[in-house]
Nanobody, 116 residues
Framework: QVQLVESGGGLVQPGGSLRLSCAAS????????MGWYRQAAGKQRVLVAR???????NYADSVKGRFTISRDNAKNSVDLQMNSLKPEDTAVYYC??????????WGQGTQVTVSS
């Protein structure tokens, strides 16, 4: 069983930055992919950014050039650096990991609110 604990959410003004971190209870090298999703009020959960075990990344078009996903093997964590935040980035952000033969694991979510 994998446990994921997110941190780093909060309230930030438009144009500001936040860094989300997701700590895993097991060695992240065992994961095929790690990522961040978000769910705004009344909307479906959508992919924000994803990084594979080989280091490949992909981003939602809405965050390209502003968000950066990275993994820290020493800390067993995956981080999401969010810059130039916009009000439309407001959502609950969820950490996700995927292990082949096991499927998806999710964190509990962390709220990000972008507002002046």
């Amino acid at each position: 069983q994998v446990q994921l604990v997110e941190s780093g959410g909060g309230l930030v003004q438009p144009g500001g930055s936040l860094r989300l971190s997701c700590a895993a209870s097991v060695i992240i090298n065992t994961f095929n992919a790690m990522g961040w999703y978000r769910q705004a009020a009344g909307k479906q959960r959508v992919l924000v950014a994803r990084i594979t075990s080989g280091g490949g990344t992909n981003y939602a078009d809405s965050v390209k050039g502003r968000f950066t996903i990275s993994r820290d093997n020493a800390k067993n964590s995956v981080d999401l650096q969010m810059n130039s935040l916009k009000p439309e980035d407001t959502a609950v952000y969820y950490c996700n990991v995927y292990k082949i033969w096991e499927g998806d694991y999710w964190g509990q979510g962390t709220q990000v609110t972008v507002s002046s």
